[in-house]
C-alpha cells in the first residue's frame, strides 16, 4: 500500500489532534477540585463552565507544545527520513498518527458523560501512545530504521503520555491556578 | 500486532484460523472481565459465583460479540469497495486483542499472587490499546483512506465499549472511582 499521507503536512489532521487535546482536558477539569481554578477578573463566570474552559485551554497548549517537541525529536533522529522529504513529512507523520487520538477522546467523552465512568485518563495514555507509535509506523513508511521509527517515537509517546498525566493530575486537586 | 499490525495484516492473517483468532479475543475479554471481578470481590462487592460468571460473560463478548463488530465493519466497507472478505475481517479484528490478551494475562498474575487491583492498569489499557490494531485492520479494508479509516474505527470501538457497559460492568464506575481514589 502506498501511502502518501506522511509526505503531506497535513495541518486539519494536526489541528484537529490539538482540539481532541483540549477536549481531554476539558472532560479532565470536570472532575477537578472545584477550588483548583481561581481567575479573579472572571469571578462572574460558573465555576464549572471557568474551571473546564482553563482545563481545556492547558490541553491545546501541552498539545501545542508536546506534540512540536516530539516533530522536532523525530526529526532529528531520521536522518534518512529528513534528507529525503524534509521537515513536511514529519509533520505529516505527527498528523496522521496523531489523528487516532479522535477515537479515543469521542471514546472518552461517551464513556464520561454517557456512562458515568471516571476513566478519561486511561483514554488519554492510550490514545497518546498509540499516536506516538503511529506516527513512528508513518515515518518507518517512508524509511525510517527500526530505532528511529518505532522505539523512539514509542517512548517520546511514554514521555507526552507520562507527563500528561502528571500535570493533570497535580492541576486536578494538587496546584491551584489562581490570577 | 502489537508493533507493525500493518505487517501482520498483510502477510499473515490468512493462515489464521478464525475459531484461533477468535479465541485470542475471547480469552483477552474474559480475563479482563474476571480481572474486574476479582476486584470487586476482594472489596466485597461480588461473591463467587458472579466472578464466574462475569468471566464466562467477557469471554463470550470476546468472542461472539468481536465477530459480530468485525461484521459490522466489513458491511461499512463495501461503499468503499470491500477490500478484504469477512472473514478475513472477523480474524483481523479477533486478532487485534493480542495486545489486550497479553496485559490481561499479566495483570491476572499480579491480581491473583499479589492481590493488586488490577482492572484498570491491566483490563482496560488493554482493551484501549486494541484500537491501533483495529485501525490498521480498518484502514486495510478501506484500501489506506485514513480519514474514512478513523470514523469507522471511533463507531467500532464505541459498540466495543457500548457492548462493554451493556454487559453488566454497570459497577466499574464504582471501581474506578476505588482505584482512581487511591
Known amino acids: 500500500m502506498n501511502d502518501p499521507v506522511a509526505v503531506k503536512s497535513r495541518p486539519a489532521y494536526i489541528l484537529l489532534a490539538v482540539v481532541c487535546f483540549g477536549v481531554l482536558g476539558g472532560l479532565i477539569g470536570r472532575r477537578a477540585d472545584p477550588g483548583a481554578v481561581s481567575i479573579a477578573a472572571l469571578q462572574q463566570l460558573p465555576p464549572d463552565t471557568l474551571r473546564i474552559a482553563v482545563f481545556a485551554l492547558g490541553g491545546l497548549l501541552y498539545a501545542w507544545v508536546g506534540l512540536g517537541l516530539l516533530g522536532r525529536m523525530l526529526f532529528v533522529t531520521n536522518r534518512s527520513v529528513r534528507k529525503r522529504y524534509g521537515y513536511v513529512a514529519f509533520k505529516g507523520a505527527i498528523g496522521a498518527g496523531f489523528l487516532m487520538l479522535f477515537p479515543f477522546t469521542i471514546l472518552s467523552a461517551f464513556a464520561e458523560l454517557y456512562l458515568g465512568w471516571n476513566a478519561v485518563q486511561a483514554f488519554a495514555a492510550a490514545g497518546i501512545m498509540t499516536g506516538a507509535a503511529l506516527a513512528g509506523m508513518e515515518l518507518g513508511k517512508l524509511g525510517g530504521g527500526r530505532l528511529a521509527g518505532a522505539i523512539l517515537p514509542s517512548l517520546g509517546g511514554l514521555v507526552l503520555s507520562g507527563l500528561w498525566m502528571l500535570i493533570t493530575s497535580l492541576a486536578q486537586g494538587g496546584w491551584r491556578i489562581l490570577l | ?182
Open chain 2, 1 to 182: 500486532m502489537m508493533f507493525n499490525p500493518g505487517v501482520v495484516l498483510k502477510s499473515s492473517m490468512a493462515r489464521v484460523p478464525p475459531h484461533f483468532a477468535l479465541a485470542v479475543s475471547g480469552l483477552a475479554f474474559g480475563l479482563f472481565f474476571l480481572q474486574t471481578a476479582l476486584d470487586m470481590a476482594r472489596g466485597g462487592h461480588a461473591g463467587v459465583s458472579q466472578v464466574i460468571s462475569t468471566a464466562i460473560a467477557g469471554a463470550l463478548y470476546g468472542s461472539i460479540g468481536i465477530a459480530l463488530i468485525s461484521i459490522v465493519a466489513w458491511v461499512f466497507s463495501l461503499p468503499f469497495g470491500a477490500k478484504r472478505s469477512v472473514g478475513w475481517s472477523m480474524r483481523a479484528f479477533a486478532l487485534g486483542y493480542s495486545p489486550a490478551l497479553i496485559y490481561a494475562a499479566i495483570g491476572i498474575v499480579f491480581n491473583v499472587f499479589l492481590g493488586w487491583n488490577t482492572a484498570v492498569a491491566f483490563g482496560v489499557t488493554g482493551a484501549l490499546w486494541a484500537m491501533g490494531p483495529m485501525l490498521a485492520t480498518v484502514r486495510e479494508m478501506l484500501d489506506g483512506r485514513i480519514g474514512p479509516s478513523v470514523i469507522l474505527c471511533t463507531v467500532c470501538g464505541g459498540l466495543v465499549l457500548f457492548g462493554w457497559s451493556l454487559l453488566g460492568t454497570r459497577d466499574l464506575p464504582a471501581l474506578f472511582s476505588i482505584v482512581m481514589a487511591r
